[in-house]
């Protein structure tokens, strides 16, 4: 599959279309997921353009898992989570709903979590929770 740059997170990217920044540097950006799995479902995406896993560049990939690293620490931390799941799906079959490679970071356990991307949240309380991530960073 290639690369879609009008894929939603190619535009977030852009800045064309908004998100609730958790974290971003030179390379990566962490945001609140819009239809949260759990209180506090981050995602972590680079800015290098690839679909999934596989097209992502080694030293892309080495990055982006540091980053991953330090954003799941906050949401532990931030969130007082007493665990951390973090997740990643590689094409449409295996779930990905969105064709630019992204980790899911989620408080707590998946056995608990809600529906992938089912049901929107309020954006004043994805804000509340990424005020509490960001304040671990």
């Not at 190619?10 to 209180?39: G, H, W």
């Not at 997740?87 to 899911?104: D, K, M, R, S, Y």
């Amino acid at each position: 599959m290639s690369y879609d740059s009008d894929n939603i997170f190619a535009k977030i990217l852009r800045e064309e279309i908004p998100c609730i920044k958790v974290y971003e540097d030179d390379s990566t950006l962490a945001f609140m997921d819009i239809m949260p799995q759990a209180n506090g479902h981050t995602l972590v995406i680079p800015k290098e353009p690839a679909v999934d896993l596989l097209e992502l560049t080694d030293a892309a990939a080495a990055d982006l898992i540091l980053k991953v690293k330090k954003v799941a620490r906050a949401v532990k931390q931030g969130l007082q989570a007493e665990a951390i799941t973090i997740f990643q799906l590689n094409g449409a079959a295996a779930g990905q709903t969105v064709p630019h490679i992204h980790f899911h970071v989620l408080p707590g356990s998946i056995v608990e979590a809600k529906r992938h991307a089912s049901i929107s949240a309020d954006a004043e309380v994805l804000a509340s929770y990424a005020e509490k991530i960001k304040s671990a960073l």
